[in-house]
């Protein structure tokens, strides 16, 4: 990941620039050059079929798997303590430890990140009431909001979501997406991969659709709906994919065969500065 700082058309507002990123696993491709830029205050959702790079796409944004192809640069300066947050798909957690007692230790390998920014952390995503409950006692929801505060601990300047609403049940994903909007009226540029199309079309600024090796169509949620001529973001999306409702859009890459490990991935929640 660059350290520099991002020019083009949005100046100073970019929070993070990838450029042809392309990544394989073995023959099979599954990113092909792919480009995204993501401003400060946005958010930002990928959406795809099963299989189709989206793990392997935040994966590599965030810096914990290198490309076989392409650059990603987080302007230098921005952020606090951080410059990237990452989410994974199931956030794990370390059993005997309370929500505070897990985030004190993410905090400790931050500087400038101490105990008054994990009471507000706790507050933000909503545990401050269960801040001292143990963590194998916590629900998957909380569990979730508890990977959530991991990844906003430190102030990053980019927040990276993988799959943040999986399991949840419509009032927590709710809650979630609403937490990711306060931080992005902060100036946090969000980049968030999710199945849960509903939330996306309420919540996101730009959608932009991941199959076949890149983008098949971005843009706001209500121009993806009025290029398509549906109703919904469900409705563009099966369309934008060219699937019917109730056919299976599971992708093994963009040339065909094999799987894309990412999506079916379970990651330890790491510092992902």
């Known amino acids: 990941m660059s350290d520099g700082a991002s020019e083009g058309p949005s100046g100073d507002a970019v929070a993070l620039r990838a450029d042809g990123i392309e990544q394989a696993f073995g023959d099979v491709e599954v990113l ?76 400790s390998l931050l500087p400038g990140v101490g105990s008054n920014a994990v009471a507000a952390t706790l507050g933000r995503v909503g545990l401050a009431d269960v801040g001292d409950r143990a963590v194998g006692s916590l629900s998957g ?26 399991g949840l049940d419509p009032a927590m994903v709710e809650r979630l997406f609403a937490v990711v909007g306060d931080l992005a009226a902060e100036g946090t540029g969000v980049v968030v991969a999710s199945h849960e199309l509903p939330a996306v ?41 060219r699937a019917e409702a109730g056919e299976s859009t599971v992708r093994a890459g963009a040339g065909g065969g094999g799987s894309e490990s990412g999506d079916a991935e379970e990651t330890e929640v790491r510092d992902d500065e």
């Open 141 to 166: 929801g909380m569990t979730r909001l508890l990977g959530l505060g991991q990844a906003v601990l430190g102030d990053p300047a980019v927040l990276l979501l993988d799959e943040p609403g999986s």
């Open 32 to 107: 092909s050059g792919v480009d995204l830029t993501v401003e400060r205050g946005e958010v930002a959702a990928v959406v795809g079929p099963n299989g189709s790079g989206k793990s392997t796409l935040l994966r590599v944004l965030a810096g914990l798997d290198g490309a076989a192809g392409g650059d990603v640069a987080v302007p230098s300066g921005a952020g606090g303590a951080r410059r990237v947050g990452f989410l994974p798909q199931q956030p794990a957690f370390r059993e005997g430890f309370t929500a505070r007692d897990t985030l004190e230790f993410y905090a």
């Open 201 to 241: 079309e309420a919540h996101a600024d730009t959608v932009y659709v991941l199959d076949d090796g890149g983008f098949v169509a971005s843009g706001a949620p209500a121009t993806l709906l009025d290029e398509t001529d549906t109703a919904s973001l469900s409705e563009a999306f099966l369309r934008l994919v």
